[in-house]
């Protein structure tokens, strides 16, 4: 398994996803890393994105336009966004779930939690969510990490 982490501001994704990758024993690449070969490699691949204005970072959103059809390649969503929506609600993960469907894959397993937000007028009430993801928010990727280690083994 890797992890394609997309380019974040503040890093809230990113704390995630190695912790994710530190458990599961899988590298975690920055999207400008990954290429076509790498995913091709690996049987599992993780996306991992904030959440923006309800969809996931447009660079990763590309990479996957760019993609040949697979066959049996298995997918693992991770986000955080300044307003968490419970899965399997969240508008972000039903569409990027559904470009996956498109290109062969299936997502396994999802993960989304609270990320520090001051988009837009947020800025000026200083932002939501501040110190999020906090030890909990790290505790419960842990959690899903061993969950998903099934897969990866």
């Known amino acids: 398994m890797i992890i394609i982490q997309a380019p974040s501001h503040y890093g809230n994704t990113k704390k995630i996803s190695l912790k994710i990758g530190e458990i599961t024993k899988s590298p975690v ?3 400008k890393e990954v290429n076509e070969e790498k995913i091709k490699e690996n049987k599992i691949i993780g996306f991992s994105s904030g959440v923006y204005l309800g969809k996931f970072h447009k ?3 590309n ?8 066959e049996n390649k298995k997918a693992v969503l991770i986000s955080t966004s300044g307003v968490p929506v419970k899965l399997p609600f969240n508008g ?3 569409k990027i779930k559904k470009k996956l469907k498109e290109k062969g ?3 396994i397993e999802e993960f989304n939690c609270p990320g520090y937000d001051d988009y837009g007028p947020l800025k000026m009430i200083g932002g939501i969510r501040k110190g999020r993801p906090n030890e909990k928010d790290l505790q ?6 061993n969950k998903i280690k099934k897969y990866v083994d």
């Open 63 to 70: 990479l996957i336009d760019k993609l040949p059809v697979y």
């Open 29 to 31: 690449l920055d999207l």
């Open 59 to 61: 660079g990763l959103l």
């Open 105 to 107: 894959f299936e997502v």
């Open 92 to 94: 972000a993960h039903r």
């Open 140 to 145: 419960k990727a842990a959690d899903f990490a």
